[in-house]
């Protein structure tokens, strides 16, 4: 059975389909990935850029690499994958839980988005609960909270936790999902690679959307090789035309 007949026949059970995202979706956006091919850890070490000890040990040289990423992302756009996710949301209850800091499903217009890393557009103090909002330009380098302390972006570094609420509120979607679609993530980064399984044991389809294959590819109902800016578009119509055959 293919991803269309296997829908069409559960139709009336899927009301709540959740997106599981990663870098990849937002590829076409011009925003480079982590680990697929040309991905900003080929040739950068993570463990210096992206920790708090690296941070503390040279915030300089870590806001440097952040602000390049930060002029990209504000650059870009979101593209037709975000876009035709925003638009399903016309027919189901649709929840996006992303681990992309670059804000495009927001921008495409997705309601419900959980950012399991958070952003990388605002800046959080790291001693006080500042957090400063769409901040672009920095007055000073690396840029200071009103409490004396050095402001960081407001991203998950490995190591660090996730925002409880928004990892508690993620869990429960994921577990309420009836159709959970796993786009562009190599679904190596844990805990937001449990979600699947936290799906599948509550009896939701699993489908995957990533032109290589994944660490998890085994555990999912149907993974497609494609990329998500082609076949997103594609996905949401062939939904509409079963919609209306019912
Ligand atoms: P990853 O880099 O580990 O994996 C990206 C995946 O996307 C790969 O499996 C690749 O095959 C796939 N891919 C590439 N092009 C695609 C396309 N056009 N369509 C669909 N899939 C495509 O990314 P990840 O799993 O999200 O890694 C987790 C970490 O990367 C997260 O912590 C996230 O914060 C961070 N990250 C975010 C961004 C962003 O916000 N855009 C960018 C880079 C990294
Ligand atoms: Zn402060």
């Avoid at 990209?72 to 035709?84: V, Y």
């Avoid at 679904?187 to 032109?211: C, D, H, Q, R, Y």
Wanted: one cysteine or more; proline letters at 4%; aromatic letters at 10%.
């Amino acid at each position: 059975m293919n991803w269309i007949e296997k829908i069409e026949d559960n139709f009336s059970l899927i009301k709540k389909i959740v997106f599981v995202t990663g870098a990849g979706i937002s590829h076409e956006s011009g925003i480079p990935t982590f680990r697929g091919k040309d991905g900003l850890w080929r040739n950068h070490d993570a463990m210096k850029l992206a920790t708090i000890d690296a941070f503390n040990e040279n915030p300089q040289f870590v806001w440097e690499w952040y602000n390049e990423r930060r002029k990209n992302i504000f650059e870009s756009f979101p593209n037709k994958g975000h876009q035709a996710i925003a638009e399903l949301q016309e027919l189901f209850d649709v929840v996006v839980l992303t681990q992309n800091v670059d804000g495009l499903h927001k921008k495409a217009g997705s309601r419900n988005v959980y950012e399991l890393h958070g952003d990388i557009i605002t800046l959080r103090c790291t001693n006080c609960d500042f957090i400063e909002e769409n901040f672009s330009e920095f007055s000073e380098f690396p840029p200071k909270c009103r409490c004396g302390s050095i402001l960081r972006p407001n991203v998950v570094w490995f190591g660090e936790s996730l925002p409880q609420q928004v990892w508690r509120n993620s869990i429960i979607h994921a577990s309420e999902s009836d159709l959970m679609i796993i786009v562009g993530t190599s679904l190596v980064v844990s805990p937001a690679n449990t979600l699947p399984l936290i799906a599948k044991e509550n009896g939701s389809i699993l489908m995957e959307i990533n032109p290589e294959k994944t660490e998890m590819s085994a555990e999912m109902d149907f993974s497609i090789q494609e990329k998500s800016a082609k076949f997103l578009p594609e996905f949401v119509n062939e939904l509409k035309k079963i919609k209306s055959r019912k």
